[in-house]
């Protein structure tokens, strides 16, 4: 059981590079998200998508660009790094039925340092 | 502006009881959850109130209170296992997840 699965876990790369984080999941979920997480704040939404086909900006957005052309698949693109999106990046999925509560289940998270 | 707030840290013994505190101002409510988030790992669902009142699950229960913008989260018989950050997160009008910054529990032998 894969759940959702992100990539890479790790990475290091110098600023002003594009850079690409993947995230699959095969839960079927229709609503997918991307979250940043810094040191002493909340999660942070950057982008979300309830539907494939369909995104919307969240929180942080800037910088940030996402695509939903399936179910499955929610990639998440820096076209520009800058040392500010120096984070841990997680990416969630959820099934945002009437029914159960839509409770978001987590990738293992993707650190970036941007130099 | 919508806010959520819990302690940064709480230190609690091991086979102890523990209760953190969540209180929250948001656009709405459609719902609140607490996460487990282990060190270096991803968050876990722990629970979900819509309705006032307790909800038990084995050795961790949460409570809320919608007319005082308030929860918390009791771990009872606490393990070391129990040392992680709980986060908090209220599901606003616009069905968006506001987040609280998360405590972290230290749980000492």
């Known amino acids: 059981i894969a759940g959702i699965t992100q990539a890479p876990t790790s990475q290091i790369l110098a600023a002003g590079r594009r850079m690409t984080l993947r995230c699959t999941q095969d839960m079927r979920h229709n609503a997918m998200y991307w979250y940043r997480q810094d040191l002493g704040l909340g999660l942070r939404l950057i982008h979300y998508?309830?539907?494939?086909?369909?995104?919307g900006k969240g929180e942080v957005p800037d910088g940030y660009s996402v695509s939903r052309a399936n179910t499955d698949d929610f990639p998440l693109t820096l076209a520009s790094a800058v040392p500010s999106q120096t984070s841990v990046y997680f990416c969630?999925?959820?099934?945002?039925?009437?029914?159960?509560?839509?409770?978001?289940?987590f990738g293992e998270g993707s650190r970036l340092t941007v130099l | 502006g919508q806010n959520i707030d819990q302690p940064t840290e709480m230190t609690a013994t091991e086979g102890a009881i523990v209760q953190i505190n969540c209180t929250y101002q948001t656009s709405g409510f459609n719902g609140l959850f607490w996460y487990q988030q282990h060190a270096g790992e991803a968050p876990t669902f722990l629970s979900y109130?819509?309705l006032d009142g307790l909800e038990e699950k084995g050795r961790f229960s949460s409570f809320l209170s919608r007319s005082k913008g308030y929860s918390y989260l009791l771990l009872k018989e606490l393990q070391m296992k129990d040392s992680a950050s709980y986060l908090c997160a209220v599901r606003d009008s616009n069905y968006q997840l506001i987040w609280g910054a998360g405590t972290k529990l230290i749980i000492k032998p």
């Open positions: 109130n819509v």
């Open positions: 998508s309830n539907t494939a086909g369909t995104t």
């Open positions: 969630a999925s959820s099934d945002s039925g009437t029914s159960g509560s839509g409770e978001l289940f």
